[in-house]
């Protein structure tokens, strides 16, 4: 099974760009379905960005098109998710997410980093 890591977030100003990564372990990223999941104070956990194994097609939630971009690097078995624009309401808990599905839905996830922490502020 994979080991999951996020890693890259902090405390970023409005307009402001981070990049988050996720650094796999114990198997590698393109046998996997990778997911981005944020989870807002008071929230559910929501899914903003998937890039399927089967293809690396892209989909992200209408929160995030256009601002945001999951990529995959499979030579440092890593998974990124470039965000632009930012806003305070972007401000979350950022969780990477694995799963053996070509199409998972959320709940079809099995394998989760610990999570990282990102703050916008106005």
């Known amino acids: 099974q994979v080991q999951l890591a996020e890693s890259g977030g902090g405390l970023v100003q409005l307009g402001g760009s981070l990049r988050l990564s996720c650094a796999a372990s114990?198997?590698?990223?393109?046998?996997?379905?990778m997911g981005w999941f944020r989870q807002a104070p008071g929230k559910e956990r929501a899914l903003i960005a998937t890039?399927?194994?089967?293809?690396?097609?892209?989909y992200y939630a209408d929160s995030t098109k256009g601002r945001f971009t999951i990529s995959r690097d499979y030579a440092k078995n890593a998974v990124y998710l470039q965000m632009n624009s930012l806003k305070p309401e972007d401000t979350a808990i950022y969780y990477c997410?694995?799963?053996?599905?070509?199409?998972?839905?959320?709940?079809?996830?099995?394998?989760w980093g610990q999570g990282t922490q990102v703050t916008v502020s106005s």
């Open positions: 997410a694995a799963s053996h599905s070509i199409r998972p839905r959320p709940n079809e996830y099995e394998y």
């Open positions: 114990g198997r590698t990223v393109s046998s996997y379905t």
């Open positions: 890039m399927l194994w089967s293809d690396n097609s892209t």
